[in-house]
């Protein structure tokens, strides 16, 4: 190890060590402690001494243990070989860790993030002699079937260029291009390039967010669009579905690359994830999911410390992307858990606490790590997007406590998962009261000129609907069903129809667990179709128990399960019967 | 390195005289470097020797948390001696049929514990890339559990229950009657007790002997009598010999832990002496990460045939399930069943509430191939239609039952039914999952098919016309 010394340790509190005799380190700047070499980061930096927090487990360190300083602030390693891969929360390589280690993470292991043997076709773009700056693309590599990795100018680097490489195989070590700067050496440029995860990567400008990330999942594209480049939360207390609906964003959204958060939960969700992906087919591409997903595993059993770095080794990874012009979108499960490690980290520094013992910059940390999102100008010219879904668990699922609510200040769009409904197995459980998307509008003529110019009016109905619904629920609950006329009687109905036939929507279920835009489309049309047309029915004199009893209706609630994405015309069928019934009905009555 | 040579020399030697004690704690200065989490030995006037682990190092002084209590110690006669290495325990499959205190050694009369394998009681974190996913569905015999809530080979479920409710009798019967259909791997238990009364292990014990069992299961008893410290290590000990019997020996072990709420109220009992910030309710904000360890050493290994399977009992405080232990439980574990007092007011055991309870791993390791075809649909529809009478059960009850309509009726009587024949059992009662499935769509027949929103037509027509 060629790190320099920067002093000794002079106290140990977990994963918090004070460090004395501090020569010239510098802050954040990434560290080795004690003989086993464990990875630290410098947080706190004063005259004598300073404040390590070490991204592994801390048994056995003890006073006097030398500490050594890397000469870099904490980085990742951004390059091919990344798609595809599993990283733990300070970017290790976990399947290169078990080769070493076996079934546990043993302590002080050191394996660059990027393969160093692998070679990747390089075809550069640039020539010699062009001037070239930060961001711009040298060329690309093909790192998977889905993904064609720009190499790109380290954003701090610009000047003429001196030679470049052929097309050919080259690894992530060897020199690519060379670059003459302004200072007095020349520069080399590789396929990979270092930065640090704290410091948000630069862009051009921010673009208005106008193009909705489509999950498949309804309830979600329909009532709670989240725009490419935009923010979300997802509170929820245990088992009521943050991680099914995380994951179920991460299968069949139309991003380009996912990079899949586990930052303090379980062990085997990562696994599901690992064993599931590679056998899901992207609907678009025809391709392996897991070809265009990065996963960060930084379980709720693995240093708490790692954990708090895990959050912005993800949104680093995810900008990189962004700045070739893909679309990602990055799933956080869970914030709560990352605000958690940075009370402990903060309760070990003996800082004061603000709320429930948080420390009193959790706000600022949080809205820093948000506004990371946005749809950009890359300083390649490109549009790229980082989209942000990040859950929270609030502890006993009340929504007042600090990370809830601040966190709703930062973010844009909130899908609230109920209890209630989650006990009732309604899934996904996003509540359709609490929930809101300040996306709304702007996502709306996007689905009009895309999809349907019915939607936004369709989509307002419902809502209405929904609305009117509490209000009469509350009269059931005091005087029963029957105190209430049948047309109110109705709006009874066709909710309980819309929250079982078109709100819930199930995982595991071949054809349900995503619907294409056209199919979320048609199916609410239908339900809308059947509210107006029995309404007019019904005050025309019709009984509500036909409309009830109508054949046509159990098609309806089992259209989510019978029609497959890629053949629609049984949705018009059952529009088309819907109507005929219709008709036959205010006959009747006419 | 000099330093790590003196380490070794130094290590091993012994300081007379301490600076203060406070609780469990111990703080000594003044001493060679020593190493966070490093096992010492802390002996008493009398000579007798208690366990401990340094819980903060530094150049000036160095807290030590004793196991064993601090009672009767004094300043200047307690003697400190550092080891040099973290606390293990020796391990072996003769540890089978055995009882240790939640140190590991033997409260049995038995000799003491040899074996060339020594293994550090906080173990390591389990890479996710070497996880095998479980998916193996384990028959419990009991309905509610195998219809519902099905308990996976190396899953994590714990028992929410409160004080009172008969979550001994459900683990015991769980152990008792466990299996995986198709083979006849016998369950290892391994048994960790903290905090509970001797009645409660008298009670295990019995049952382990009456079933015959007892030579497969290992207890480690940390009793209510016992130093509450000790309770924070018991668990650690249980795990390590769990994890030994499981990827070692290809054991398949299920592990119990009882009662974890103590263990809790331990860790917040050190936590509020060293001064630390809380987070809810007094309890550390590490609780969660503490319980993390534990919990996740649960599993399934690629490449390794044993298992884990756990467990863990918690009695709600004020049987309130957003109590943090239950919560940051429940954050971690795959799933809960959750007790309803209720329910046991009823006389319905196990009196398993419907809703709240939750098995997440159910998804894999239930329908064709594995229990039947219909059991997804099936455990889903309950569940709705379950849902549904605890709505009307509430509308009955603001405006009688006389005023519900003819098909909030048929619910109401579903409730009952289902309360009854399928959730209800005996205490010896083992169902096979087709009596339990079969069962279910008795008790479903209440109900009109039209409302079977969740079954399809074919599943009707199979085993709902029958
Ligand atoms: N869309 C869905 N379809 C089917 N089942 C679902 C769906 N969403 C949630 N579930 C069920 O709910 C369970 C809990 O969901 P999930 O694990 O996502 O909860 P969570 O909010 O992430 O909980 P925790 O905070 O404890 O991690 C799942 O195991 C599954 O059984
Ligand atoms: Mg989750």
Known sequence: ?590 | MPERENRRLLSGREYIGVDKIDGPLIFVGKTHPVGYRELIECVDKQGNVRLGIVLESSTDIVVVQVFEGTSGLTLPDTRIRFSGKPLTISVSKEMLGRVFNGLGRPIDGGPPQRSDIELDVNGMAINPTARQYPRDFIQTGISVIDGMNTLIRGQKLPIFSGNGLPHNELAAQIARQAKIRGTNTEFAVVFAAMGVKHDVARFFTRSFEESGVLENVALFLSLADDPSIERLITPRTALTLAEHLAFNEDMHVLVIMTDMTNYCESLREISTIRGEIPSRKGYPGYLYSDLAELYERSGMIKGYKGSITSLPILTMPNDDISHPIPDLSGYITEGQIVFEREMDGRGIFPPVAGLPSLSRLMKDGIGEGMTREDHPHLASQLFAAYSYVKDVRNLASVIGEEELTPLDHNYLEFGKEFEQKFVSQRKDEDRSIEQTLDLGWEVLRTLPAEELHRITDEEIEKFYGK
Request: glycine share 8%; net charge negative; proline share 5%.
């Open chain 1, 1 to 590: 190890m060629n790190d320099r010394m920067i002093g000794r340790v002079k106290r140990v509190n977990g994963p918090v060590i004070e460090v004395m005799g501090i020569t010239d380190a510098e802050m954040f700047e990434m560290v080795r402690v004690g003989k086993d070499n464990l990875i630290g980061e410098l947080i706190k930096l004063e005259t004598d001494g300073a404040v390590i927090q070490v991204y592994e487990d801390t048994t056995g360190i003890a006073p006097l243990d030398p500490v050594y300083g890397a000469g870099m602030q904490l980085s990742v390693e951004l390059g091919p070989g990344m798609v595809g891969t599993i990283y733990d929360g300070i970017q290790r390589p976990l399947e290169a860790i078990r080769e070493i280690s076996e079934i546990y993470i043993k302590r002080g292991i050191t394996i660059p993030s990027l393969n160093r043997e692998k070679k990747w076709h390089f075809a550069p773009s640039v020539k010699q002699g062009e001037h070239i700056s930060g961001g711009m693309a040298l060329g690309a590599v093909r790192e998977t079937e889905n993904v064609l990795h720009k190499i790109l100018v380290p954003p701090s680097d610009k000047g003429i260029l001196e030679s470049v490489v052929p097309e050919g195989d080259y690894t992530v070590e060897d020199v690519i291009a060379v670059l003459k700067t302004d200072a007095p050496q020349q520069k080399d440029l590789f396929l990979m390039h270092r930065w640090p995860i704290r410091v948000q990567r630069p862009t051009q400008r921010r673009l208005p967010l106008d193009v909705p990330l489509i999950t498949g999942q309804r309830v979600i594209d329909t009532l709670f669009p989240v725009a490419k480049g935009g923010t979300v939360s997802i509170p929820g207390a245990f088992g009521t579905g943050k991680t099914m609906t995380q994951q179920a964003v991460a299968k069949w959204c139309d991003a380009d690359i996912i990079v899949y958060i586990g930052c303090g939960e379980r062990g085997n969700e990562i696994t599901d994830v690992l064993t599931e992906f590679p056998k899901l087919i992207d609907p678009r591409s025809g391709r392996s999911l897991m070809e265009r997903t990065i996963l960060i595993a930084n379980t709720s059993n693995m240093p708490v410390s790692a954990r708090e770095a895990s959050i912005y080794t993800g949104i680093t990874m995810a900008e990189y992307f962004r700045d070739q012009g893909y679309h990602v979108a990055v799933m956080a499960d869970s914030t709560s858990r990352w605000a958690e490690a940075l009370r402990e980290l903060s309760g070990r520094m003996e800082e004061m606490p603000a709320e429930e013992g948080f420390p009193a910059y959790l706000p600022t940390k949080i809205a820093e790590f948000y506004e990371r999102a946005g749809s950009m100008e890359t300083l390649n010219g490109d549009c790229g997007s980082v989209t942000i879904i990040g859950a929270v668990s609030p502890p006993g699922g009340d929504f007042s406590e600090p990370v809830t609510q601040h966190t709703k200040r930062f973010i844009r769009c909130f899908w609230a998962l109920d209890r209630n409904l989650a006990n009732a197995r309604h899934y996904p459980a996003i509540s359709w009261l609490d929930s809101y998307s300040e996306y709304l509008n702007d996502m709306a003529s996007w689905w009009e000129q895309e999809v349907s110019p019915e939607w936004l009016a369709d989509r307002t109905e419902i809502m209405e609907l929904l609305h009117k619904e509490v209000r009469l629920q509350q009269v059931v609950k005091l005087v029963g069903p029957d105190a209430l006329p049948d047309t109110q009687r109705f709006i009874l109905e066709v909710c309980t129809l819309f929250k079982n036939a078109f709100l819930q929507q199930n995982a595991y279920d071949k054809i349900d667990m995503f619907s294409v835009v056209q199919k979320q489309v048609k199916m609410l049309h239908i339900i809308v179709t059947y509210w107006k047309r029995g309404y007019e029915a019904i005050k025309n004199g019709a009984v509500l128990i036909k409309l009830r009893k109508m054949k046509v209706y159990r098609d309806i609630v089992k259209m989510k399960f019978s029609i497959p994405n890629d053949n629609l015309s049984g949705l018009d069928k059952i529009e088309a019967r819907l109507e005929r019934s219709m008709d036959q009905l205010e006959a009747l009555y006419a």
